[in-house]
């Protein structure tokens, strides 16, 4: 067996997380597939996996190995396709992860089309709030919204998002429409706590140039935009979220945009994944179809963006 193979199952082994399950999808017998992972690390002189009865995870060498044979492991396909691009389209499995409600309400729904256009591309699509990480989670690309603080990551940027100031009508019957952030004094919000930091967001805005905060009075706190939603639907108090997040609950009338002369400054919107160099076609195909994508779904006359995705 030549290294490149050793490279794909071992590969492979760590994608699934098992030796048996890494054999049936290689089309091989368990015992070929821990035979090469043991020739491997007999080659390399060091111990590349941890193996218990219920699972197998990369060691710390292993994950650095790991990443190496990806990027192996794509330039040999990428050679074996230098002249056959015309006629052969990307291939492969592609493992993205992205924040929730852009996974769950503009990405899910479109990759019906691009499932079509590359009927030889099959996508692991993670939708969570939390940052991952791309080699110890095995995953090709991230979308992140806002700040980054990753490093060693190539970053694409996308586009921008911006905030938006909404509440409820009932919200706004009660207490009043507040016109400026001079106001807001007199208000509650639904408060917003990052689930990666736990740390409660103050209220934001853009004045003269410069970013203002604000820590609001408020009865709730969230965790999730699906929550922090909710609550301001029931009126319990004045939220910031992106525009698309909310636009069915704008035009049905159940919320209400305030202070639109004041909302927060724009957060990036960026794709990062570990290589340049090393893109598959697969990754190049999907990051440029989700630019497009969401720079299509999010785009209003002035943006709009969550600070509730990042």
Known sequence: MDRIDLFRIFARVVDSASFTRAADTLGLPRSSVSAAVQDLE??????????????????????????????????VEDTENLFRQTAVGPSGRLRTNVPGRIGRLIIAPALPAFLARYPDIDIELGVTDRAVNLVEDSVDCVLRVGPLTDSGLVARRIGELTLINVASPAYLARHGTPQAPADLGAHLAVNYASPSSGR???????????????????????????????????????????????????????????????????????????????????????????????????????????????
């Open 200 to 310: 409660t967001e103050a209220w934001e805005w853009v004045e003269d140039g410069a970013v203002r905060t604000l820590p609001m009075r408020g009865r709730v706190t969230a965790n999730s935009a699906e929550a922090y939603i909710a609550c301001c639907l029931a009126g319990i108090g004045l939220i910031q979220i992106p525009a698309y997040d909310v636009a069915g609950h704008l035009a049905a009338g159940e919320l209400v945009e305030v202070m639109p002369a004041h909302r927060a400054a724009p957060l990036p919107m960026t794709l990062l994944y570990p290589h340049r160099q090393h893109l598959s076609r697969r990754l190049q195909v999907f990051a440029d179809w989700l630019t497009g994508l969401l720079l299509a779904a999010v785009s209003s006359p002035r943006g709009s963006g969550a600070r509730s995705e990042g």
């Open 42 to 75: 007999t080659r390399v002189g060091a111990r590349l996996l941890h193996r218990t009865t219920r699972r197998v995870a990369p060691t710390q060498d292993g994950i650095a190995f790991y990443e190496r044979c990806q990027r192996l492991i794509a330039d």
